[in-house]
C-alpha cells in the first residue's frame, strides 16, 4: 500500500502561519520565523533539570525505561512547565497552542511527558511534528482501504454491526454476549475497545482497580475534527490560536483538481462548539483564526467525542496518568483477554502505528498459548 501514499501539501510547503493571539486578534507570521521561535521555546521547555529531551527519552517507543523519571516529570502538566519558564506571554501562548494540540485540550490539562513523547518521537522540532503527524495519509480509499486490505488477508469468521454488552472469562473460555443476546466463544479474546468505551462494557470477572480507574478519566482529547472547503484558492497554510478559541489549529490539505477550491482539516477545542451543526457559528469562529476572513462553501465533521464506539479523538493523558497507568493498561485481564487498543501504545499512543504495535504484540502472545501443548495432546504424545 505504500504506492498509495499521499502528502498533504499545507505543512510541507506552508507558505503562511496565522496565528491568534491573547488580544483576540489574528496576524499573520512568516513560517520561517514562526518555525526557529516554536524550536527554540521547545529546547528550553523540554530541557529540565539539566537533562535534554534525549537523555529522558532516549528510546520513545520504550517511554518507560527510565520509570522513576519518567513519573517525577509526568506529574507536571504542560501548564506548569510553562509557568516555570521565563518566556514572554505570546510565547507561552504559542508553544500552548502547539503542545495543548496533543490532547485539544487547554495546556493545563496535558502531561509535560506526553508533549516530551511527541517531540521525542520526532527529532524534537516543530518541522518534525508537522512531518510525522499532518503530511502523509493513504490515496485511493483512505483509511477504509486499509481496513479492507487487512480484512482481505483474513480468513476468520467476521460479526459486524454488533455492539459488545459483556466479556466474560473463566478457567476454559471466553464468552462474548453481544447487545442483542447472541454469544460469541473462544479461547481467547484481544479487546481493542477505546480506553474511554471500557466503562460502558461489562467485564466478568470486573477489571482490575488501575484499570477502572485509568477508564475513569480517560484520555483527555475531546475536541471534534472539522474539513472545511474554501469558496476559493488559498496559499497553504498553518494557523493556531489560544485555547479560549473554539479551534484550536488547522492546516490546508490540498487543493481540488476540479475546481481548485482550498481544502482545510481543523480541530475544534476541548468541545467549545457545543453545536456543531449550526453552520453560522462554526464558519464564523473558523473564519477568526485568519486575519481576512475568506468565504468558507461548507464543511465535513465527525463528532468523535460523542461516537459511543469512541468518545474521543486521538489519546492523550492528563499530568500523572500515563506513569500510573500505561504498564496495568497494557496487562491482559486474567489469562484469557489480551489489551491491544492504541490508546495505551509504548510508541505512536493513539495513532494507527500505536495500534499496529498493541494488535501485533498481543497477536504473538496469543498465537504462542494457541501453539503450546495442552495436557490432552501432551498425554497423547506420550502414548
Given at each position: 500500500m505504500h504506492r498509495n501514499l499521499k502528502v498533504t501539501e499545507g505543512p510541507l510547503s506552508c507558505e503562511a502561519v496565522y496565528y491568534k493571539y491573547l488580544d483576540g486578534k489574528a496576524k499573520q507570521v512568516d513560517p520561517v520565523e514562526f518555525d526557529n521561535v516554536a524550536n527554540a521555546i521547545a529546547e528550553k521547555f523540554f530541557n529540565i533539570d539539566g537533562l535534554t529531551l534525549r537523555d529522558y527519552l532516549p528510546r520513545p517507543h520504550e517511554p518507560m525505561r527510565y520509570p522513576e523519571v519518567y513519573a517525577k516529570y509526568d506529574r507536571l502538566s504542560v501548564q506548569d512547565r510553562l509557568d516555570q519558564l521565563d518566556f514572554s506571554d505570546e510565547d507561552k501562548a504559542t508553544f500552548a497552542t502547539l503542545t495543548g494540540g496533543f490532547g485539544q485540550s487547554h495546556a493545563r490539562d496535558v502531561g509535560f511527558m506526553e508533549a516530551a513523547m511527541w517531540f521525542a518521537r520526532v527529532g524534537g522540532t516543530n518541522a518534525g511534528i508537522n512531518e510525522y503527524c499532518s503530511t502523509y495519509k493513504i490515496g485511493n480509499g483512505g483509511t477504509t482501504s486499509l481496513a479492507r486490505a487487512i480484512l482481505s488477508d483474513f480468513d476468520g469468521d467476521i460479526v459486524v454491526n454488533a455492539p459488545v454488552a459483556e466479556i466474560a472469562q473463566d478457567s476454559q473460555i471466553v464468552k462474548v454476549t453481544l447487545r442483542d443476546s447472541r454469544q460469541v466463544k473462544a479461547r481467547y479474546l484481544i479487546c481493542t475497545i477505546p480506553l474511554n468505551v471500557l466503562k460502558n462494557i461489562r467485564f466478568q470477572p470486573p477489571l482490575s482497580q488501575l484499570k477502572t480507574e485509568a477508564a475513569t478519566p480517560g484520555v483527555i482529547t475531546?475536541?471534534?475534527?472539522?474539513?472545511?472547503?474554501?469558496?476559493?484558492?488559498?496559499?497553504?497554510?498553518?494557523?493556531?490560536?489560544?485555547?479560549?478559541?473554539?479551534?484550536?489549529?488547522?492546516?490546508?490539505?490540498?487543493?481540488?483538481?476540479?475546481?481548485?477550491?482550498?481544502y482545510s482539516i481543523g480541530f475544534g477545542n476541548g468541545g467549545q462548539l457545543m453545536n456543531i451543526k449550526d453552520?453560522?457559528?462554526?464558519?464564523?469562529?473558523?473564519?477568526?483564526?485568519?486575519?481576512?476572513?475568506?468565504?468558507?462553501?461548507?464543511?465535513?465533521?465527525?463528532?468523535?467525542?460523542?461516537?459511543?464506539?469512541?468518545?474521543?479523538?486521538?489519546?492523550?493523558?492528563?499530568?500523572?496518568?500515563?506513569?500510573?497507568?500505561?504498564?496495568?493498561?497494557?496487562?491482559?485481564?486474567?489469562?484469557?483477554?489480551?489489551?491491544?487498543?492504541a490508546d495505551w501504545a509504548d510508541g505512536w499512543r493513539g495513532f494507527i502505528d500505536g495500534a499496529i504495535e498493541q494488535g501485533t504484540r498481543n497477536a504473538r502472545r496469543v498465537i504462542g498459548l494457541l501453539r503450546r501443548p495442552t495436557a490432552a495432546n501432551r498425554l497423547r504424545a506420550r502414548m
Amino acid at each position: 500500500m505504500h504506492r498509495n501514499l499521499k502528502v498533504t501539501e499545507g505543512p510541507l510547503s506552508c507558505e503562511a502561519v496565522y496565528y491568534k493571539y491573547l488580544d483576540g486578534k489574528a496576524k499573520q507570521v512568516d513560517p520561517v520565523e514562526f518555525d526557529n521561535v516554536a524550536n527554540a521555546i521547545a529546547e528550553k521547555f523540554f530541557n529540565i533539570d539539566g537533562l535534554t529531551l534525549r537523555d529522558y527519552l532516549p528510546r520513545p517507543h520504550e517511554p518507560m525505561r527510565y520509570p522513576e523519571v519518567y513519573a517525577k516529570y509526568d506529574r507536571l502538566s504542560v501548564q506548569d512547565r510553562l509557568d516555570q519558564l521565563d518566556f514572554s506571554d505570546e510565547d507561552k501562548a504559542t508553544f500552548a497552542t502547539l503542545t495543548g494540540g496533543f490532547g485539544q485540550s487547554h495546556a493545563r490539562d496535558v502531561g509535560f511527558m506526553e508533549a516530551a513523547m511527541w517531540f521525542a518521537r520526532v527529532g524534537g522540532t516543530n518541522a518534525g511534528i508537522n512531518e510525522y503527524c499532518s503530511t502523509y495519509k493513504i490515496g485511493n480509499g483512505g483509511t477504509t482501504s486499509l481496513a479492507r486490505a487487512i480484512l482481505s488477508d483474513f480468513d476468520g469468521d467476521i460479526v459486524v454491526n454488533a455492539p459488545v454488552a459483556e466479556i466474560a472469562q473463566d478457567s476454559q473460555i471466553v464468552k462474548v454476549t453481544l447487545r442483542d443476546s447472541r454469544q460469541v466463544k473462544a479461547r481467547y479474546l484481544i479487546c481493542t475497545i477505546p480506553l474511554n468505551v471500557l466503562k460502558n462494557i461489562r467485564f466478568q470477572p470486573p477489571l482490575s482497580q488501575l484499570k477502572t480507574e485509568a477508564a475513569t478519566p480517560g484520555v483527555i482529547t475531546k475536541g471534534t475534527k472539522y474539513h472545511f472547503e474554501f469558496a476559493q484558492p488559498q496559499a497553504h497554510f498553518f494557523a493556531g490560536a489560544t485555547f479560549d478559541s473554539p479551534f484550536g489549529f488547522t492546516w490546508s490539505d490540498h487543493h481540488g483538481k476540479q475546481n481548485n477550491h482550498t481544502y482545510s482539516i481543523g480541530f475544534g477545542n476541548g468541545g467549545q462548539l457545543m453545536n456543531i451543526k449550526d453552520s453560522k457559528q462554526v464558519i464564523s469562529s473558523y473564519q477568526q483564526l485568519f486575519p481576512q476572513p475568506a468565504e468558507i462553501s461548507g464543511y465535513a465533521i465527525h463528532d468523535w467525542r460523542d461516537d459511543e464506539f469512541a468518545l474521543s479523538g486521538w489519546a492523550c493523558f492528563g499530568p500523572g496518568c500515563a506513569s500510573r497507568y500505561l504498564r496495568a493498561l497494557q496487562e491482559p485481564h486474567g489469562d484469557r483477554v489480551f489489551m491491544a487498543s492504541a490508546d495505551w501504545a509504548d510508541g505512536w499512543r493513539g495513532f494507527i502505528d500505536g495500534a499496529i504495535e498493541q494488535g501485533t504484540r498481543n497477536a504473538r502472545r496469543v498465537i504462542g498459548l494457541l501453539r503450546r501443548p495442552t495436557a490432552a495432546n501432551r498425554l497423547r504424545a506420550r502414548m
